[in-house]
């Protein structure tokens, strides 16, 4: 087993989350990302973004990311992983439960009742990792039908647009 620290993201890992990002990309069938590592870096700075990252000797080999949100089936705060990924190189070593374990200490500190995230289905290896990783009462969605959605470009500015310009009943 490799050695590896994990350990809190900060705004200077940007440079090298970028090219594992663009990897978990490539594997997601999303294109790379465009911008620089400086739009991540000021994410991260603010604390919009937060999670961990896998250093080995100075080389980042994994990360994870998310953010707060609320689960309102609950009205509890939780935590939501958008991102995780381990290099191929380092993955079946147990850095990926690092990763969720540190994300999950980092999300509790934060006030989180919870974590939850979305995977492909057709992300076997992926799938096994977290079966393994969901145990003791929580959710492995077998069978459960759920797809994701997002208004992204320019379907989100013509949404924005539509309720910037909508009235506001609730002074009526």
Known sequence: MTEVAIRPARPDDAPGILPLLNALNAITGNDPVKKSSDTLSAMLGEDRVFGAVADHRG??????????????????????????????????????????????????????????????????????????????????????QMRAYALTRGDFDAAAARGAGSRDYSTV
């Open 59 to 144: 080389e980042l080999v994994g990360y994870v990311l998310g953010h707060d949100c609320v689960t309102m089936e609950h009205l509890e705060p939780g935590a939501y992983l958008h991102d995780l990924i381990v290099a191929s190189d380092y993955q079946r070593q147990g850095i990926g439960r690092q990763l969720i374990d540190r994300f999950s200490a980092i999300a509790k500190a934060r006030g989180a009742t919870h974590l939850w995230w979305l995977g492909l289905e057709t992300n076997l290896r992926a799938r096994d990792a977290y079966r393994a990783i969901l145990k003791g009462g929580s959710t492995d969605p077998e069978g459960e």
